[in-house]
Structure formats: C-alpha cells, structure tokens
C-alpha cells in the first residue's frame, strides 16, 4: 500500500520559515511525481508546487513563486517543501500527493479538476499569525 505520511506543520510568524517534509512508505519514490496542494477552510484547493519524478521539472502557483521551494531526496525517500517568507494567507492545510508524472502535474495545474491520484498524505496544519 502507498503511504505518504507529511509533517513539519505548525505555527509560525509572518515573515517566519518553515519546512514540511513528504515521506513514503510501502514505495520507493524514485518513480513517481509528487506534489504538494493546500486547501483553506472556504477554499478551493490549490496546487502549491510538483516536481517530476526525475526532479528535473518543478511547477510553483504564482502565489508561491520565489518563496516556496520544492526538492525531493530519494535516497530519504522523501520531498521537501521550503517555505520561506510566509504569509498569512498561505495558512491551511498541507498535503502532499504521488502518481506519473503526466497525471501530477496535471492536478497541480488544474487542482480542482477530477483527477484521482494513487496516492495522498493526510495532511499537516500551517498557521501564520502574529
């Protein structure tokens, strides 16, 4: 069975860092693209960053660009998402995902489209707040 397992949520400070990390279990991620997507209470979910299966492709949403950066250690058998800068408005619920390459970043793209992916973590709290 695929399991993804996220951590490294919690409560931070505007302008505050954090990392979450994205760890498989029962697969190796060498194969497979991960993502990571956030939905706030109210919201529609929203494809925060992909990176192919290689790593040689990423995608960031606009929202993100410059301040979130995504990488991937197979060796760990784990991705990463740095978020830098943060704001209030990045506060929701993280999730991380796997499947082909072609299929990932499609959702990412298109987070609201009805793609069912093979896999999906069970999400981790961000809370940026004074």
């Known amino acids: 069975q695929l399991q993804l397992v996220e951590s490294g949520g919690g409560l931070v400070q505007p302008g505050g860092s954090l990392r979450l990390s994205c760890a498989a279990s029962g697969f190796t991620l060498d194969y497979y693209a991960i993502g990571w997507f956030r939905q706030a209470p109210g919201k529609e979910r929203e494809g925060v960053s992909c990176i192919s299966s290689s790593g040689g492709s990423t995608n960031y949403a606009d929202s993100v660009k410059g301040r979130f950066t995504i990488s991937r250690d197979n060796a760990k058998n784990t991705v990463y998402l740095q978020m830098n800068s943060l704001k209030p408005e990045d506060t929701a619920v993280y999730y991380c995902?796997?499947?082909?390459?072609?299929?990932?970043?499609?959702?990412?793209?298109?987070?609201?489209?009805?793609?069912?992916?093979?896999?999906w973590g069970q999400g981790t709290q961000v809370t940026v707040s004074p």
């Open positions: 995902a796997a499947d082909s390459d072609r299929l990932l970043f499609r959702l990412c793209v298109n987070p609201n489209s009805p793609i069912v992916l093979r896999s």
